[in-house]
């Protein structure tokens, strides 16, 4: 109906043989595809659609992926429809992203992101801009675009001179542009007001909704648009309104020739440009150059299989460069009392075991001690609160360590998805990341940029740049430890999870220290 050419259309049923990756891998050397729509319940096999879906966006291809699954309903509805086991939908989307796959969340986005991208297959990064004949739709339209993550940029002053000189004095040459009643006796004015905004730098993708006039206007209106817009390769998308009045058939006709994209509904068009914008923008963070990147790590990791101690852990982190506080693991009150001499009071005493992973839970952190009296006699503390708490578990002893600064607490770890492969994750740390969950997941081989980008969009990412007093804190440090942690698990296979929390972060400058580690191994 929307004259979108349709080359194939093709189900692949229990995929005894041929599966999505092979489709795709058809769709992406058959010269009557530009771009490829996919639904799926299932992924069988992730390594060969990753592989298929990267090669089809490197050839200019995009794919569009609906996938249900979000929800533990969703996931039992498609598990009892194909007879397979439901994967990991987060870790399944955050790599699809990184392979350059545009995943939506309904059956109208996979439409309308599969013809945006059919018409304009480079996802835009700048904002959007907006030519309309309603004022109310320009406060409409700025109260969609923060929740969508977009963006209204201000015109620039050199395009809105020169619209000045076709507007009359009570029509600001502004962006969102409205053109109100003008658009009937001046229609001239929506090819020129179009050239005005996608000419400027700042903007990435345009939206045009115009109400529903008569037949003859509509083609006007149609013929103005396409004029506007001609020679520019930024997505855009005309809406007419009022989308009970049916277009008439010389306009369906024409917007078909001339590829244009026609909707009827201004939040569908804004919803197609955020998401094509979000990617384009998430493309281009993950794609760019970063000079500092983690060293390849040499030698075997040296760990047993199991959970390790933390002890264990910290020292694996200290090889590869990430801080950890000072000090060091105590077998006796007197090692214990040498080392906290050795790096100065006020020290923490943190029992040390493999299978006592919640050390606080039984007492058996102890912080602030400030001095050997003190000390002695927390030692004796937590060994007896561990006893109490789980009778006959030996220790491997205690570590002492400095007592270091306050900062602001974040959670990073790691982990590895049986289907999909290891995946990062990065939030607020210490007791938050449970009480709020709010965290990110990211692939484990993005550059510093597309890392900090992923960190600004945490939900408390007011407090990484300063709040309250507090000091903007050294992103590229934690930024680091986060690129470091995704190469240990892309060159160390038996490595299953990490765990650094919290993972306290300091000014800018100052760097971040390990507080507390967990890794796993097989």
């Known amino acids: 109906m929307r004259?979108?050419?349709?080359?194939?259309?093709?189900?692949?049923?229990?995929?005894?043989?041929?599966?999505?990756?092979?489709?795709?891998d058809f769709f992406v050397d058959d010269a009557h595809t530009g771009s490829i729509v996919v639904y799926a319940e299932q992924i069988r096999s992730a390594p060969?659609?990753?592989?298929?879906?990267?090669?089809?966006?490197?050839?200019?291809?995009?794919?569009?992926?609906?996938?249900?699954?979000?929800?533990?309903?969703?996931?039992?509805?498609?598990?009892?429809?194909?007879?397979?086991?439901?994967?990991?939908?987060?870790?399944?989307?955050?790599?699809?992203?990184?392979?350059?796959?545009?995943?939506?969340?309904?059956?109208?986005?996979a439409i309308d992101l599969g013809q945006l991208l059919l018409r304009y297959p480079h996802a835009p990064t700048g904002g959007l801009g907006l030519v309309t004949a309603s004022g109310a739709l320009c406060g409409i339209t700025q109260d969609y675009v923060e929740p969508l993550a977009l963006d209204l940029p201000a015109l620039s002053a050199q395009q809105a001179e020169q619209l000045r000189e076709h507007l009359p004095v009570y029509t600001p040459p502004r962006n969102p542009l409205d053109l109100g009643t003008l658009v009937a006796w001046k229609p001239e004015l929506i090819s020129l007001g179009i050239s005005a905004l996608l000419a400027d730098a700042q903007l990435g993708s345009l939206l045009v909704s115009l109400p529903m006039p008569g037949d003859d206007t509509a083609v006007v209106w149609l013929r103005q648009y396409?004029?506007?817009?001609?020679?520019?390769?930024?997505?855009?998308?005309?809406?007419?309104?009022?989308?009970?009045?049916?277009?008439?058939?010389?306009?369906?006709?024409?917007?078909?020739q001339r590829r244009a994209i026609v909707m009827r509904s201004p939040e569908r068009?804004?919803?197609?440009?955020?998401?094509?914008?979000?990617?384009?923008?998430?493309r281009a963070a993950a794609g760019g150059a970063d000079a500092v990147k983690p060293a390849r790590i040499e030698g075997p990791l040296g760990l047993g299989r199991g959970t390790q101690a933390e002890w264990v852990g910290k020292q694996l982190l200290a090889r590869l460069g990430v801080r950890v506080p000072a000090g060091a693991l105590a077998t006796s009150p007197d090692d214990a009392a040498r080392i906290a001499a050795d790096i100065g009071y006020p020290v923490a005493l943190k029992a040390q075991a493999a299978t006592l992973a919640h050390k606080s839970e039984v007492g058996g952190v102890l912080l602030n001690?400030?001095?050997?009296?003190?000390?002695?006699?927390?030692?004796?503390?937590?060994?007896?609160?561990?006893?109490?708490?789980?009778?006959?578990?030996?220790?491997?002893?205690?570590?002492?360590?400095?007592?270091?600064?306050?900062?602001?607490?974040?959670?990073?770890g790691a982990s590895r998805d049986a289907q999909w492969g290891p995946?990062?994750?990065v939030g607020l740390g210490g007791i938050w990341v449970e009480a709020l969950g709010d965290v990110q997941l990211l692939a484990p081989d993005l550059p510093r940029a597309a890392i900090i980008e992923r960190l600004r969009r945490l939900k408390a990412a007011k407090l990484l740049d300063g709040f309250r007093g507090a000091p903007p804190i050294d992103l590229d440090a934690v930024a680091d430890v986060i690129a470091l942690l995704g190469q240990l698990m892309l060159q160390y296979p038996e490595v299953t999870e990490v765990d650094i929390n919290p993972l306290v972060a300091y000014g800018r400058g100052q760097g971040v220290v390990a507080l507390d580690a967990l890794i796993v191994t097989q």
Not at 79 to 93: E, F, I, K, P, V
Not at 381 to 410: C, I, S, T, Y
């Open 226 to 256: 396409l004029e506007g817009i001609e020679g520019s390769s930024k997505p855009s998308i005309l809406v007419m309104q009022n989308e009970d009045d049916p277009l008439p058939p010389a306009f369906i006709e024409e917007a078909r």
């Open 3 to 24: 004259g979108v050419p349709l080359s194939y259309m093709m189900t692949t049923g229990n995929e005894a043989q041929l599966g999505l990756a092979e489709m795709i």
């Open 369 to 412: 001690i400030a001095d050997e009296t003190a000390l002695r006699a927390a030692w004796q503390r937590l060994h007896d609160n561990v006893a109490r708490a789980q009778p006959g578990l030996v220790l491997d002893g205690a570590l002492v360590e400095k007592m270091g600064e306050r900062g602001l607490e974040l959670v990073v």
């Open 48 to 109: 060969d659609f990753l592989a298929a879906t990267r090669r089809a966006r490197t050839t200019g291809k995009p794919v569009v992926l609906l996938h249900p699954g979000r929800s533990e309903r969703s996931q039992a509805a498609a598990q009892s429809h194909t007879g397979a086991l439901a994967g990991n939908h987060a870790a399944m989307q955050l790599m699809l992203d990184h392979v350059g796959v545009v995943t939506v969340d309904s059956l109208e986005e």
């Open 423 to 425: 995946i990062l994750m």
């Open 269 to 282: 068009a804004l919803r197609a440009l955020a998401r094509v914008t979000r990617f384009g923008r998430w």
